[in-house]
C-alpha cells in the first residue's frame, strides 16, 4: 500500500470521484453540456474541490501520522510545480488577469481550470492504489469507446432522432473532430502496451476491440495532426520495442513502405478508379492526405503572426486565455487573411503567446522529464518484480508523449485531452515511485484544536463560496443562455429575451459571454421579425456597452458598437443626433483600431459610416486603404465601388464591382442589391437601377414595393408600357394601395 489513507473510510468517496471524473468526457445532455468543454469542466472542478477539501480535512484531523509518498526528490513533481508557477505568474501578469483566471465557455478554459488539472494528477498519484490502477484505464477506455461508438454514430446518420448526424467528420461529445481524435491517440498507446501484456483472453479482447475502434474512428476524423502523431508514435514504439525480435524489424518496414506508398498515391494520381471516388472513406483519406491541401492550410501563415506576438511579451506573454489580444495587434492580413483567432493551433506557440518563452521551456521540461524518467525505469539495473511484469507499459507512455506532442504541434488541447494527459503524469509518477520503491514519508499537522477548527471553517466556507459562486451559478447560468438559444432558433423570441433578462440579473464570471449571447439571439431574431431591426440594434448596444467594460481589449465587442451605432445613424432624422452617433461611431473605430491596427474589417465598416455621413470622399479613402492591407477583400472594392457611385464615377464603379464579385464578394445578395439601390437612387440613376430591382423582384417576387419602385424607375426612363404592367402587378400584390396605383397610372401617357 502506498500510504496508510487506505483505511479511511473517506477512501470509497476519493474512487468513486475520482471515476466519475474519469467518465465526463461522455456527458453531453443539453443544454447543460453545451459548449462540450464547459459543462464538464465544471463537474471536474466541482468534484475535485470536494475531494481536496476531504484530504486536507483528514491531514488536519488524523491522529496518527499520515503516510504520503515522498514528492521531495520527485523530478516529474518539481517539473509540474515548475509549470504551475508559470502559469500562476502569466495570470497574474496577464494583460486581462480576469479573463486568464476563468476564460469562456467557448474553451472551458482559464487558469483555474488549469491549476485543477495539476491538483488531479497529485491527488490521483497520492490515493490511487496499485490495484485501482488498471480499473481506472479499464474504466477510461470503457469511456473512450462509448466516444467512439457516439462518433461512428454520427458518421453514418444512426439514430438520428437522438445524435445530431455529420455530413464528414463527427466530433462525437467533444466537440471538434480533431480534439476528438487527440483524445483517442492518448488511449491508443496505453491501450496497445496493456494488450500486449495482458494474460487473460478476455481483457484482451477487450483491448484488441478497443484499438480497433480507436484507430477506425481516428480516421474518419479526417485529423491530418493525429495521423501523424500516429504515425510518430507508432514509429518510436516499433524501433524502440524493449524485446528485440526480428519480425518487428520486419513489422517496421511494412509499417513505413504502407504509409509512404499511400501518401504518394494519394498525392501523384489525378484520377482514381470509380469505386474509390464513390468510397466515403477513401474521399477522408484522399482529402487529408494531400501534401498540397497540407501545405495551403491558413494555420502556418496564423503561425507567423504569433512568432511577433510572442516577440512584443517574450518572459512571461499576453496570459492564458488572451492569445487573440496579442494576435489582433500583431495582425497583417497580407500574411494570413483570417483576422480571428484564438488560438494558434500549435501547442508550443500557444503557450508561448499566453505565458512566454518561460511557459515553453517549462512545459519542454515536463515532457523531457516525463520520457527521462521513464527512459530511467526501463534502463533500471535493479529491475523489480513491477518491471518484470510490465516491461512495455514505460514503452507504451513513451510512444503516447511522441505522438501527442507531434499531434499537438498542428492542433489545441481541451478537456478530454487535458484529463488523459495528466492521468498519464500521474500513472508515470506510480510507475516511477512504485518502481524505484521510494519511502514513504510521514505527515502530521500539529496545531492547536481551536485552530483546526478555523482553518476547517475557512477552507469549507472556500469551498461553498467556490461551489455557488463559480461552478453551479455559472453551470446554471450556462444552461439557461442555451434554453434561451433554443427559443430564438424556433422564433419564440420573446420567450428567449425574457428568459436572457433574467439571466443578466445573475452575476458571475460569464456576465460578458452573456451579453455577446444575448446579442447573437437579437441577429437570429431580426431575420424572422425584420420590422424589430432597430429594437434588437439598441438593446444590443446596451448590452454591448456593459460586455466592453468587463472585456475592454477585445476588439470585436468596439467593432460591434461601431458597426451598430452606425445602423442607428442611418435610420436617424435629426442631424444633431445623427452626428452624434457618427462621432461615437467613429470613437468605438479608433479604438478597435488601437487593438487591431491592420484588421480590414475595421476599415471597411469606417467606410460604411462615412457614407452615412455623407462624406463619400473618405469612405473612397477608407476603402482604398483597405485594399492597401491586401488587395484580396472583395468587401474593399465594394464599398470602394459604392463610394464611386455616389461621387459619380459609374464607370469606375463597374470595375470595382466587378473586382468585388471576383474576390468572392456576393454582389447579388438582397443587402448588397439594397446597399447599390440606395447609392445609384442618390444620384437618380434610373437606368442602373432597373436592374437591381428585376434581380430584387426575382428573390422577393411577392413585395410589393420592389414592384412599385420599378414601376417609377420605368417610367422616368420612358418605358411606360412596363411602368404600367409593374404598377398593376403592385395593385395585385397589394389592393389596399388601389388609389396610390390609380393615381400614377392617370400620370403616363398612352
Known amino acids: 500500500m502506498k500510504s496508510n489513507l487506505f483505511k479511511n473510510k473517506l477512501y470509497w468517496i476519493y474512487l468513486t470521484g475520482f471515476f466519475v471524473i474519469l467518465a465526463l468526457p461522455i ?79 467557448y474553451r472551458g478554459g482559464g487558469f483555474v481550470t488549469f491549476a485543477f488539472y495539476f491538483v488531479f494528477a497529485i491527488l490521483v498519484f497520492i490515493l490511487f492504489k496499485k490495484e485501482d490502477w488498471k480499473k481506472a484505464w479499464i474504466f477510461s477506455i470503457f469511456i473512450g469507446i462509448l466516444v467512439s461508438l457516439v462518433a461512428i454514430i454520427q458518421y453514418y446518420g444512426l439514430f438520428d432522432k437522438i445524435f445530431l448526424p455529420v455530413t464528414n467528420r463527427p466530433s462525437s461529445t467533444l466537440g471538434n473532430p480533431i480534439l476528438l481524435a487527440i ?44 495521423y501523424l502523431g500516429v504515425f510518430a508514435g507508432m514509429l518510436y514504439f516499433l524501433l524502440f520495442y524493449p524485446k528485440k525480435f526480428a519480425i518487428l524489424k520486419i513489422l517496421t518496414a511494412l509499417f513505413l513502405i504502407l504509409v509512404a506508398s499511400t501518401v504518394f498515391y494519394v498525392n501523384t494520381q489525378s484520377h482514381f478508379p470509380q469505386v474509390l471516388q464513390n468510397n466515403r472513406l477513401f474521399q477522408i483519406l484522399e482529402s487529408r492526405l494531400s501534401i498540397k491541401a497540407a501545405l495551403d492550410n491558413e494555420r502556418f501563415r496564423a503561425w507567423q503572426t504569433v512568432f511577433q506576438e510572442i516577440k ?16 489582433d495587434k500583431n495582425y497583417d492580413p497580407m500574411v494570413n487573411p483570417s483576422p480571428w483567432w484564438d488560438r494558434a493551433h500549435n501547442i508550443i506557440l500557444d503557450i508561448g503567446a499566453q505565458s512566454g518563452i518561460l511557459g515553453i521551456i517549462a512545459y519542454l521540461a515536463l515532457f523531457v522529464v516525463l520520457f527521462w524518467q521513464l527512459q530511467k525505469l526501463k534502463n533500471n539495473q535493479r529491475e523489480s518484480a513491477i518491471i518484470r511484469e510490465n516491461p512495455i507499459i514505460p514503452y507504451g507512455i513513451q510512444a503516447t508523449l511522441v505522438g501527442y506532442m507531434v499531434a499537438n504541434f498542428f492542433s ?45 471553517s ?134 478597435a483600431s488601437q487593438l487591431a491596427p491592420k484588421n480590414q474589417e475595421i476599415l471597411v465598416e469606417k467606410a460604411k459610416m462615412e457614407i452615412v455621413a455623407g462624406d463619400y470622399k473618405n469612405a473612397q479613402d477608407y476603402s482604398e486603404k483597405c485594399i492597401t492591407l491586401n488587395p484580396n477583400l472583395g468587401d474593399c472594392y465594394w464599398y470602394l465601388a459604392l463610394s464611386k457611385i455616389y461621387l459619380k464615377d459609374t464607370d469606375g464603379a463597374q470595375k470595382d464591382i466587378q473586382a468585388a464579385s471576383d474576390k468572392k464578394y456576393n454582389i447579388n445578395s438582397k443587402v448588397s442589391l439594397g446597399d447599390l439601390s440606395n447609392a445609384y437612387g442618390s444620384i437618380s440613376d434610373y437606368q442602373d437601377l432597373v436592374p437591381i430591382y428585376e434581380k430584387l423582384i426575382a428573390i422577393d417576387t411577392n413585395f410589393a414595393q420592389y414592384h412599385s419602385s420599378l414601376a417609377f424607375f420605368y417610367k422616368e426612363l420612358g418605358e411606360y408600357d412596363k411602368a404600367r404592367q409593374e404598377a398593376l402587378k403592385v395593385l395585385q400584390l397589394s389592393p389596399e394601395s388601389k388609389q396610390n396605383v390609380d393615381d400614377f397610372l392617370k400620370t403616363l401617357p398612352y
Open 458 to 591: 475557512v477552507l469549507f466556507c472556500t469551498l461553498i463560496l467556490f461551489l455557488w459562486q463559480y461552478n453551479i451559478l455559472p453551470f446554471k447560468i450556462n444552461a439557461e443562455i442555451n434554453k434561451a438559444s433554443t427559443l430564438a432558433d424556433q422564433k419564440y423570441c420573446g420567450k428567449a429575451f425574457s428568459l436572457m433578462d433574467k439571466i443578466l440579473l445573475k452575476h458571475s464570471f460569464l456576465d460578458s459571454y452573456a451579453r455577446m449571447e444575448y446579442v447573437e439571439f437579437t441577429k437570429t431574431c431580426n431575420n424572422y421579425f425584420p420590422e424589430n431591426n432597430l429594437v434588437y440594434i439598441k438593446r444590443g448596444l446596451e448590452l454591448i456597452n456593459e460586455a466592453v467594460k468587463i472585456q475592454p481589449l477585445y476588439t470585436r465587442y468596439w467593432l460591434l458598437l461601431g458597426s451598430s451605432t452606425t445602423v442607428l445613424a442611418a435610420q436617424e432624422k435629426n442631424t444633431d443626433s445623427k452626428n452624434n452617433l457618427l462621432k461615437q461611431a467613429n470613437y468605438y473605430f479608433d479604438r
Open 183 to 226: 483524445y483517442l491517440l492518448l488511449l491508443f498507446f496505453p491501450t496497445l502496451s496493456f494488450t500486449i501484456k495482458e494474460k487473460n483472453k478476455y481483457l484482451k479482447i477487450f483491448y484488441i476491440f478497443s484499438l480497433l475502434i480507436f484507430l477506425y474512428v481516428i480516421f474518419i476524423t479526417g485529423s491530418r495532426a493525429v
Open 27 to 105: 456527458l453531453t445532455l443539453p443544454p447543460w453540456f453545451y459548449p462540450p468543454d464547459f459543462g464538464k469542466t465544471i463537474i471536474f472542478r466541482s468534484v475535485l474541490a470536494v475531494l481536496l477539501f476531504l484530504f486536507a480535512f483528514q491531514l488536519l484531523y488524523r491522529k496518527n501520522e499520515l503516510n504520503l509518498p515522498d514528492i521531495k526528490k520527485n523530478k516529474i513533481i518539481w517539473a509540474l510545480a515548475g509549470l504551475f508557477i508559470i502559469f500562476l505568474l502569466a495570470s497574474v501578469f496577464s494583460v486581462d488577469p480576469y479573463f486568464s483566471f476563468w476564460g469562456s465557455p
Open 412 to 456: 489545441l488541447d481541451s478537456f478530454g485531452t487535458y484529463l488523459i494527459f495528466f492521468l498519464l503524469i500521474a500513472y508515470s509518477l506510480h510507475l516511477n515511485d512504485e518502481i524505484s520503491g521510494n519511502p514513504l514519508s510521514s505527515v502530521k499537522i500539529s496545531v492547536k484544536p481551536w485552530i483546526k477548527s478555523v482553518i476547517v
Open 312 to 327: 512584443d511579451k517574450p518572459i512571461l506573454g499576453w496570459g492564458p486565455e488572451n492569445f487573440a489580444v496579442g494576435f
